[in-house]
């Protein structure tokens, strides 16, 4: 399949806080978007500009040459994958399904194996670079599945990041993203720990932070939410229900190759902490709620 602006078809089906700003990406680079929410209301921009509205994901796929997915937890994807009315009944043989869900390499795998049984390709593509990253279009993209249909789509990709990978067979992209997620669990800590160490110690957070991003401690966590961290700004780029949501995966995923991750076991059970005192819906960055109370 070779992608055509201006006759090529893409469905978006999830238009929250990464896939509304990707679908914009997608809209302005001259394809041609349908797209389903749950929420009509959070569209309407979309449509303004010239996205198509479809009332269900049965139809969207069997309208598009292309679907992609942008939801919250794996019981989400499953559900919009699966079932007579789901997206791989509806599509067409040929057609390329991308779920940019941070999603279980196991149900990627089922995802894969279904779709092709209709003639349907299937990527796991989760991205890496919260809000930020997708309204800059400046996402990390770790992709699984066939190599052939990630090079077909690849001009989407390019649209939405900077960082644009084919990591192997399904599950491959899913897998790739618990290794980013592992790595951002135990920085985070650190990135805390940090900044309340220097407010304790009587700096000025801010020049610390100026001080060190540069060196050796200098992380995307640090560079990018750090500052939000001081200036009280916990609004979410990527909820703390969707991390301990990915770090439940990992831990899994651990689990099953005998893995010991000691790192992901304390952020898992200090975000779990910040969700119970009703910090879910906080950005990840909230975590620093639990060092400077």
Known sequence: MELVKG??????AGIGVMGHSMAGHILRGGFDLLVYNRTKAKALDL??????????VFTLAENSDVVIT???????????????????????????????????????????AAAADRGVFALDAPVSGGDRGAREATLSIMAGGDAAAFESVRPL????????????GPGSGQHTKMANQVAIASNMMGVC????????????????????SGGAAGSWSLSNLAPRMLAGDFTPGFYVKHFIKDMGIALDESARMGLDAPGLKL????????????????????LFKLYDS
């Open 157 to 168: 990709f390019d649209l939405l990041g900077k960082s644009v990978n084919h990591m192997g």
């Open 193 to 212: 720990e940090a900044i309340a160490y220097a407010k304790r110690s009587g700096l000025d957070p801010e020049r610390v932070l100026a001080a060190i």
């Open 267 to 286: 952020a898992m059970k200090l975000y779990s902490e910040l969700a119970e005192a009703g910090g879910g819906d906080l950005g990840t960055q909230g």
């Open 70 to 112: 942008m939801v919250g937890f794996p019981r989400d994807v499953e559900e919009l994958y699966f079932g007579d009315r789901g997206i791989i009944a509806g599509a067409r043989p040929g057609t390329v399904l991308v779920d940019m869900t941070t999603s279980s390499p196991a149900l990627a795998e089922r995802i894969a």
């Open 7 to 12: 006759r090529s078809t893409v469905g978006m």
């Open 47 to 56: 449509l303004t500009q010239g996205a198509v509205w479809k009332d269900d």
